[in-house]
């Protein structure tokens, strides 16, 4: 590399790493909800500091070697321009532009399914969730994982329960190493007879073409997989209330949009909840007369005087499959060979994507299925406008055990809805406090029921009268 | 009105139609002989001189953009300090969600063991039978040093009194200055943190004031 040139790299990667730096420092005083911010900042700050060692060392061997230096200075600065996002996300991580009574819960719940990740929670411009994290295992910065929910519904607690679904894109790494190669073989199988129909025997352009659109079909599989496997993960901790929440999202938008390079080859919404319903709502065959796990919740309502509600989840559960029952989302993939042959591997993998999501979300402390007996009493604590923040034993135990966060969003889903009956035709204004009140509840019991997880834990570090006395 | 014991307001906790709710209850030892413990919440409005010149609550045109320049609400984790200067006033609220029977009404009374070291709790110490939310708390600083409060400390004692008749802050319904039908003193509706004031929605506030802010 000419000396002229290595010498405005140089200055160009020095200010840059400068400014940085600067901002990071005036991050460094913002307000975050949680240590993972300030923890995210000082390794940032680290790895500046070491990429500010290494242009030392690259300006010191320029004379013995310019061109090697150069294109290591390149790289410095490759690297450099990588983390740039951080600050953006940084800077979106502050409490203010975040649901701050969440970020505790969220935090655990990703600690439960992502063990050794640290999470930041920030808000986004866009209208939509989404989870990334530097994929390159060697670097630690792949330990920090960016959550981001969309500012606008920052208090939106309805929609929040989608980052369960965020929470499993990391997760399947594993799962599409191993599914990836026989999927792959099969496609370009496929894509080989098709070529050979209208082509005859390839050649060397026909088999680069071949490459290429085997390549398609993968990431065109591979995005549609993800996404069904992070919905029905999604349903395997919270349940129904994915598909409710997802509906709320998606509802502004086409169910039937096809997979397409505009809209990143996302699967349509139609054939997401066509998938959760027959995978992770659908139960066990082997359920026999206890029937699926909505029946079960629907009897759990009933049992605790809740015939309404029961009735409520009924519905809603209809409405869902009434809009999967519709196949138009099916014709548009159909329409396109190249989305019909990806979407035909999508179908024979998805029994084992569930299994996959099915076995991680059953590691957690508990799911949907195991506290569905805490709705009715999180139902009735919304009806007397209360937080659903705790179980109570019995009559007698006035703390209470801090609620479950599946049962807490399944009630806050079905107490909003039993609210819309009735009240179709009240002003808009009314229907909108209400969701609001909701929402202000529902995230100060999410908070609520952190606090008291915190507290009961430090009560059971406490020695008591009676320890001191046995050890006497 | 009589104040209820410990074991009253354990029964009201359980009463089944209109209970009386606290959560969340860290400790079942908040509980005392005749108040409970609250404890010091997340959330706090703290003041901007800078921001106004001054704050007049009868004129309704600025007052909303005036309280909005003056006050700022910040959030507080657990384990992190929030400070409070002498002279300074905070709006602060209680982590304890209340859900007040209609039967029942309670005060704020702060603990004597931070009134010794200057800080002055909850001037509005009254709250309304049928209220649901956090009360909101009047911190001052009367002392002499800065004072470090932390989310979670047990800040000041609830004692409920019964009502003579039955009363509801939420559902009250009474004829207003413009002969239209109002919500009586709801103008906190379940809170989960402190409030900013809502004085400009007294509806004879106005009145009151210089004759060019009606």
Request: overall charge negative; aromatic content about 8%; some cysteine.
């Amino acid at each position: 590399m000419n000396e002229s040139v290595f010498y405005r790299l140089r200055m160009l990667v020095a200010f840059e790493i400068d400014s940085f730096e600067k901002q990071l420092r005036a991050l460094g005083s913002s307000h975050f909800p949680s240590q993972v911010a300030s923890d995210f900042i000082s390794h940032l700050r680290g790895e500046l500091s070491s990429q500010r060692e290494a242009i030392a060392q690259i300006v010191l061997d320029y004379g013995d070697d310019p061109k090697g230096a150069g294109s290591r200075l390149r790289s410095e600065h490759r690297k450099l321009v990588e983390k740039l996002d951080y600050l953006d996300s940084l800077e979106n991580a502050q409490t203010q532009k975040v649901p701050w009574s969440l970020v505790p819960t969220i935090e655990r719940l990703a600690s439960e399914l992502l063990p050794r990740k640290r999470l930041l929670t920030a808000s986004t411009s866009e209208l939509n969730y989404g989870i990334r994290w530097y994929r390159s295992p060697k670097s630690a910065l792949q330990q920090f994982l960016i959550l981001e929910l969309p500012a606008i519904h920052k208090t939106n607690a309805f929609l929040h329960i989608l980052v369960g679904h965020e929470f499993f894109h990391p997760l399947l790494e594993k799962f599409f190493s191993r599914e990836t190669p026989p999927v792959v073989a099969r496609l370009r199988a496929t894509c080989q007879d098709q070529f050979a129909k209208a082509h005859g025997q390839g050649d060397l352009f026909q088999k680069q073409r071949l490459g290429e659109i085997v390549e398609i079909l993968r990431h065109i599989w591979h995005r549609a997989l993800e996404e069904l496997a992070c919905d029905m993960g999604c349903a395997a901790v919270f349940g129904p209330v994915c598909v409710f929440a997802g509906l709320a999202l998606a509802s502004g938008g086409n169910l039937d949009e096809p997979p397409s390079p505009e809209g990143r080859f996302y699967p349509p919404w139609r054939f997401r909840f066509r998938s959760v319903l027959r995978y992770a709502l659908a139960g066990e065959e082997e359920g026999g007369q206890q029937g699926s796990p909505l029946d079960v919740l629907a009897r759990v309502l009933r049992d605790a005087d809740f015939a309404e509600a029961a009735e409520i989840l009924e519905q809603q559960v209809q409405v869902i499959k009434g809009e999967t029952e519709q196949d138009t989302d099916l014709q548009g993939i159909k329409r396109l060979w190249h989305l019909r042959t990806a979407y035909e591997e999508v179908e024979k993998s998805l029994p084992s994507a569930w299994n996959y999501v099915k076995n991680r979300a059953e590691q957690m402390e508990r799911t949907w299925l195991t506290t569905m007996k805490e709705v009715p009493t999180h139902l009735r604590h919304l009806e007397l406008l209360v937080p659903p923040s705790v179980v109570r034993r019995d009559m007698d135990d006035a703390r209470g055990a801090p609620a479950s966060l599946s049962a807490i969003s399944i009630a806050a889903w079905l107490h909003q809805l039993r609210g819309e009956v009735p009240d179709k035709n009240a002003p808009a204004e009314t229907l909108l406090a209400d969701y609001q009140r909701t929402c202000r509840l529902v995230l100060k019991a999410f908070e609520d029921v952190e606090s008291k997880r915190r507290y009961d834990s430090r009560l059971q570090q406490v020695p008591t009268m009676d320890d001191a006395s046995q050890d006497r | 009105m009589s104040v209820l014991t410990r074991n009253a307001i354990l029964e009201q906790m359980t009463n089944p139609d209109d209970p009386l709710v606290i959560v969340p209850l860290l400790d079942e030892r908040q509980i005392g002989a005749s108040s409970v413990d609250v404890r010091l919440g997340h959330q706090f409005i703290i003041l901007r001189r800078a921001a106004v010149t001054h704050v007049d609550p009868t004129d309704r045109r600025r007052l909303a953009t005036q309280i909005q320049r003056s006050q700022h609400k910040i959030r507080v984790s657990l384990h992190e300090p929030f400070i409070i200067h002498p002279g300074q006033l905070a709006l602060g609220a209680t982590l304890e969600y209340i859900s007040l029977p209609t039967s029942l009404t309670a005060t704020v009374e702060g603990r004597s063991s931070w009134g010794r070291l200057g800080l002055i709790i909850a001037t509005a110490c009254n709250v309304d039978p049928g209220f649901k939310g956090c009360i909101t708390l009047e911190l001052v600083n009367n002392g002499e040093v800065p004072l470090v409060l932390y989310p979670g400390v047990r800040i000041a004692q609830l004692v409920f009194h019964r009502a003579e008749k039955k009363a509801s802050y939420r559902e009250e319904q009474v004829p207003s200055s413009t002969g239209q039908t109002a919500v009586a003193g709801g103008k906190y509706d379940c809170p989960v943190g402190p409030q900013f004031s809502r004085i400009d929605q007294d509806d004879e506030m106005p009145f009151w004031g210089a004759r060019d802010t009606m």
